[in-house]
């Protein structure tokens, strides 16, 4: 075996190299035990075509561990991507946490970040219509920090107790086990149609937020209201929020639709080539703090997780940089394996009273016990602190330290009282001691009962495309119901949020909206039976819109990282294609051939051209654009071949850029880009369709470059009836 790399390694890699390990090519295989094995091929029997032995124990120890290779998947957020990195503070926040890796920008702090979806299982496809999980351990040398956040600010719910509900009715159906990955189908809408509270819930993952283009053009939010505490014992109420370099950007619905057939590990795929080939993935942590004399001076309640602070209230101050630098070894022992826990602190950070969060703090480890069987899977190497770990916890499944001593108890004198406990002012954790003076009770503040008001908010927040988009997934979503009563019920609260939005759906559904319905809207009535208790106030129709929720507002200055398809058979021209390369790699952005077949192509001037993919196994929906080079001979082709035709169309649907030059722009002609490619060409190049007839083809190249950072030109649909 070759000896594990440990030098130069950060801590956190530095420590999982201890348990990594590879088969050199003269190694030879052994059992479990380290026995050297002669014949991996033949089980042992009683003569060549004779019985198996009982006896056979290589058979049998192989056997036995492939029976067991498989753990229970997560309850939720059950498929997910991973990746390491590393986290910088830009300046020392010590005025607000006492968190050492918040406190000194030198400090590097070695981050595991795994991404994920919620609804489906390990299996299923990277592109469903769902919220994504942001979770970010650090292993900072005062132990590990989890931020466990998602990528919208707020939540379904706003009470834990109501989780198991809610995952009941997302997942697939319990007497048939349908549909996967979905939230399209009637239990879902039935649960929400009776729960208002997910109403602002309800708008983000309708929106385009909940079919990133990537992982790594993702926001993240801690959600809850946390504490920072400084080193004084002062507290302020913050919100984690992370802010991707290459901003927020996402595919179409139909796109998804598709990608999720040609490639149900897009994101996965994305995330892993981005770091294989150096475009480390980045994102800036910000903060949004809130005194804590400034607790009620809000229109909603802080401790609300069905609600935001708007950026244009409490301006997010960017404290520091995340990059994610280094692919996993192993998925299962790192991806799989990893334990977040929204109650791993360190000092400096606390909790709130939220109580969603109060519930998530029993969960993680809960459920961790028997998905990674036993207490002991904080020694799992993923899972362990690069801080030391001493205590007087033992034993147990798995356990893998060797405790020494006679002592397993505190307080002793045997061990003379090691371990210690340490003082807060050496950084030992102490709990904010926040005063309570109340009495117990099963209840929900009525600061809690604004359902509708940041859900209207957030509506009016978006773009004409984003609320079009919004429209579009409430009407296939409804669609899919076989409940009409449910469909009614959630247009009615539509309406209680905007009613020319609640009206564009209930048209599309063929009824109108509800102007009533049956039975209190919330029927999740209080034991003491008053069902005026959980009733939502009115919506605050007046309320501002706030431009920072819109994806329209983010960063569009880059096309890097981004992957062009070059549409080309053989003919197509070189030259035309060499200078939109050179335009687009200027900027970090990729041009990859496809056509009909794979090997090389014969250019109009003779030059071989690599191809990269071959049309029978790729689509559009995987590329960010697609440039069709001249050539008469290469277009000819491509005219007549089906899949060709598609491709552009399929760009053409998704808004994408397209850009043509020269004899390029014939094939357009039979596509559904026929008629705005056939008019003005500034008009069409409004709409991302960029037509080099006669110009260079470097400067298509630039205009396609620009247009890609741009991402889509959501205006074509006006075009086109979706
Ligand atoms: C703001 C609300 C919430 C957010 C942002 C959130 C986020 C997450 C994330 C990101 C994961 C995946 C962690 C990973 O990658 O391994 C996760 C898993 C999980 N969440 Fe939550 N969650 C929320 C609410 C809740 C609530 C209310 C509960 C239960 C009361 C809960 C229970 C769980 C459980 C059981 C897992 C699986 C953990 C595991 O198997 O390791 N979550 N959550």
């Known amino acids: 075996m070759k000896s594990p790399r440990k030098s130069g390694l950060d801590p956190k890699a530095a420590d999982l190299s201890q348990n990594t390990t590879e088969a050199g090519p003269d190694d030879d295989l052994t059992s479990n035990q380290g026995l050297r094995v002669n014949d991996d091929q033949n089980s042992l029997k009683a003569g060549d075509r004779g019985p198996t032995l009982l006896e056979d124990f290589l058979l049998r120890e192989k056997i036995t561990h492939f029976d067991h290779e498989r753990i229970p998947e997560r309850i939720v957020h059950a498929r997910g991507s991973g990746a390491h990195g590393v986290f910088q503070v830009y300046e020392s926040l010590e005025d607000l946490t006492a968190a050492e890796f918040l406190c000194d920008p030198s400090l590097k702090t070695p981050v595991f970040v795994r991404f994920s979806t919620v609804a489906g299982s390990r299996g299923s496809s990277d592109l469903a219509r769902d919220v994504r999980g942001f979770a970010v351990k650090f292993y900072t040398q005062q132990g590990n920090y989890d931020l466990v956040g998602n990528n919208m600010p707020v939540f379904f719910i706003q009470d834990a107790l109501k989780f198991p509900d809610l995952i009941h009715a997302v997942k697939p159906e319990p007497h048939h086990e349908m549909p996967q990955a979905a939230s399209a189908h009637d239990t879902f809408w039935d649960f ?36 920072l505490v400084n080193a004084r014992g002062k507290s302020r109420f913050v919100k984690f929020h992370w802010k991707p370099k290459l901003g927020v950007h996402s595919v179409a619905w139909d796109e998804a639709v598709r990608i999720s057939g040609a490639d149900p590990d897009f994101h996965r795929r994305d995330l892993w080539t981005a770091i294989e080939n150096g475009d480390f993935p980045e994102w800036e942590l910000g903060l949004q703090i809130v005194e804590e004399k400034d607790e009620h001076k809000f229109d909603f309640d802080l401790l609300d997780p069905t609600k935001l602070i708007p950026e244009e209230l409490v301006p997010v101050r960017r404290v520091g940089r995340l990059i994610l630098n280094r692919n996993p070894d192993n998925f299962f022992a790192e991806t799989e394996q990893v334990a977040f826990h929204p109650g791993h602190l360190v000092p400096g950070i606390d909790f709130s009273n939220d109580p969603l969060l109060q519930g998530r703090l029993f969960s993680y480890t809960d459920t961790q016990l028997i998905r990674l069987g036993g207490p002991n899977f904080h020694e799992i190497p993923i899972n362990r602190p690069v801080a030391p770990l001493r205590n007087h916890q033992r034993d147990g499944f798995m356990r893998q330290t060797i405790n020494r001593g006679q002592v397993a108890y505190e307080p002793n004198s045997l061990g003379q009282g090691a371990p210690q406990q340490a003082p807060a002012a050496e950084g030992g954790f102490r709990s904010y001691a926040e005063k309570i003076d109340a009495a117990k009770v099963r209840a929900r503040s009525e600061s809690f009962f604004d359902h509708f008001t940041q859900a209207r908010m957030f509506y009016i927040s978006q773009s004409e495309a984003e609320q079009r988009h919004i429209v579009g997934a409430l009407r296939f979503e409804l669609g899919k119901l076989t409940t009409p009563a449910i469909r009614e019920r959630v247009v009615y609260l539509l309406s209680q949020v905007d009613a020319d939005l609640a009206a564009q759906v209930a048209d599309r559904l063929g009824f109108r909206v509800p102007t009533k319905v049956e039975g209190p809207v919330n029927r999740s009535i209080p034991a003491d039976g008053n069902p005026k208790a959980f009733q939502p106030k009115k919506a605050n129709m007046e309320v501002k819109p706030s431009p920072a929720l819109s994806m329209a507002e983010t960063a569009k200055e880059t096309a890097a990282t981004r992957q062009i398809a070059a549409l080309v058979a053989d003919g197509c021209d070189e030259g035309q294609l060499a200078a939109v390369r050179k335009a687009l790699a200027a900027d970090g ?14 250019g109009a001037a003779g030059k071989e051209v690599a191809i990269d993919f071959s049309l029978h196994t790729t689509p559009s929906v995987v590329f960010d654009g697609v440039f069709i080079p001249g050539g008469p001979e290469s277009i000819a082709a491509l005219e007549k071949n089906l899949d060709a035709v598609r491709f552009v169309n399929e760009a053409w649907r998704h808004c994408k850029p397209i850009a043509a030059t020269g004899a390029g722009a014939d094939l357009l002609a039979k596509t559904d880009a026929a008629e705005a490619a056939s008019g003005d060409e500034a008009e069409a190049a409004e709409i991302g369709l960029l037509l080099g007839r006669k110009g260079s083809a470097a400067a298509t190249g630039q205009s396609l470059r620009d247009a890609v950072a741009q991402h889509r030109f959501w205006d074509r649909e006006k075009t086109f009836v979706v």
């Not at 385009?208 to 504490?227: C, K, N, Q, V």
């Not at 990729?590 to 014969?602: C, D, E, K, S, W």
């Open 589 to 602: 952005a990729q041009l990859l051939t496809v056509a009909p077949r794979l090997g090389t192509l014969t």
């Open 192 to 227: 929400i149609s009776l729960m208002p509270e997910s109403m602002h819930m309800i708008l983000w993952v309708m929106s385009d937020r909940a079919i990133p283009r990537s992982l790594r053009m993702m926001e993240g939010f801690g959600i809850h209201t946390f504490r």
